[in-house]
């Protein structure tokens, strides 16, 4: 795992099976962001078996089939979908993409694993929504800063004992290494990948709902910017929103692609979560100054302050439980209605969002 390059950050865990040798067959179809080798590893720790991949990039799926020995390469994606073996398809293909391709593996009567962001326009959300209604089938996002996360899932979980009360605020940093010169065209085109906070401001949006257990929140004020990639104008490098939650819990949240290079990670994403009876900081990927291990959560409450080294000692439930979602047609790893949420939320973000002068010139003084 490249610590230092987020698009290929793919987190492995322990081994916990929760199916049978061929009872949860699965393929990848698109593999355009790195995303992809995180998912397949979940999934297959819990059980699953991936068996066939596709991508027009010869590239891209000899390097995968590499890193998934076995896995058989398919000359197109429709090999994938009409095999009724297959239980499920991986994607993280180019954002603006990922919605038509959902609703073609839907209506192979297959269930659909993609990355976020899932969306990058509301009305692909609404035709995503409309199809698991009419299919019964799971339409899974890969909010990989929470799910894939050991102290964000410790997390919730403190949350839910009680530890901390009721939750009322949450501030979230999703800082990210840019690496500008290995990334793809599509990533500076908003048109393709949503804007900086439809992308990765929909990990942040999600822990939000996730950790106040809200169902619906209210965006009310965003904004964007690029200070330092000129070379593409469209791109942005900067965001930040304020929410409040329909509970009344309230979220801050900032991203950017300004990490700089002597991070000894590819960013120091945190989450501090304020409770009626305590707080929680996280600190996800190093402790900046005193240790390279990542996984970092403070706890401080009525019983004192407590720091918790959480590597390798909490897993990643939320593959397991999504397999057995998908066989059982149960919603105990993440709700349907949890998942277009964020999503819709992100976006609603990202269009409302005021675009911020960056060259001398202040929006103040517009």
């Known amino acids: 795992m490249n610590r230092n390059d987020g698009m290929n950050y793919a987190p492995k865990g322990k081994v916990n099976k929760v199916v049978e040798k061929g009872e949860f067959l699965f393929a990848a179809i698109g593999l355009d962001h790195g995303h992809i080798y995180g998912m397949c590893n979940g999934l297959i720790e819990a059980g699953g078996e991936l068996v066939s991949v596709y991508d027009p990039d010869p590239e891209k799926v000899k390097k995968f089939s590499e890193i998934y020995p076995g896995v058989k390469a398919v000359s197109s994606e429709q090999e994938i979908l009409e095999n009724p073996d297959i239980k499920l398809v991986a994607s993280a293909n180019i954002p603006s993409e990922r919605a038509p391709l ?75 290494r840019a690496n500008a010169n290995s990334r793809p065209d599509w990533f500076f085109d908003p048109e393709r990948y949503g804007g900086i906070l439809c992308d990765i401001g929909s990990h942040q949006i999600e822990q939000f709902l996730h950790y106040t257990n809200a169902k619906d929140a209210k965006v009310l004020h965003s904004k964007v910017g690029n200070y330092t990639l000129k070379d593409h104008p469209e791109f942005q490098d900067f965001g930040d929103a304020t929410l409040v939650a329909d509970n009344g819990a309230t979220f801050y949240f900032r991203v950017d692609w300004l990490t700089p290079d002597g991070l000894g990670t590819w960013g120091d994403g945190r989450v501090l979560i ?60 993440m709700t ?29 003084n517009k």
């Open 336 to 364: 349907q209605e949890h998942a277009f949420k964020a999503a819709t939320l992100c976006i609603e973000a990202q269009e409302q969002a005021i675009q911020i002068e960056t060259e001398g010139q202040s929006i103040m």
């Open 102 to 176: 959902g609703l073609k593996v839907l209506d192979h009567g297959k269930h659909y694993f993609t990355d976020k962001p899932a969306f990058t326009r509301k009305e692909q959300v609404q035709q995503a929504e409309q199809k698991t209604k009419e299919t019964g089938l799971k339409w899974g996002i890969y909010y990989s800063e929470r799910l894939h996360v050991e102290s964000a899932v410790f997390a919730g979980q403190l949350i839910e004992e009680g530890a901390i009360g009721n939750v009322v605020q949450v501030i979230g940093t999703g800082p990210h």
């Open 274 to 333: 304020l409770g009626t009876k305590g707080y929680i900081e996280v600190r996800k990927y190093i402790d900046i100054g005193r240790s390279s291990y990542s996984n970092n959560l403070y706890l401080v409450n009525h019983e004192g302050e407590k720091h918790f080294q959480l590597s390798g000692k909490v897993g990643f439930p939320f593959f397991g439980a999504f397999i057995l979602d998908c066989l059982n047609g149960t919603e105990n790893a």
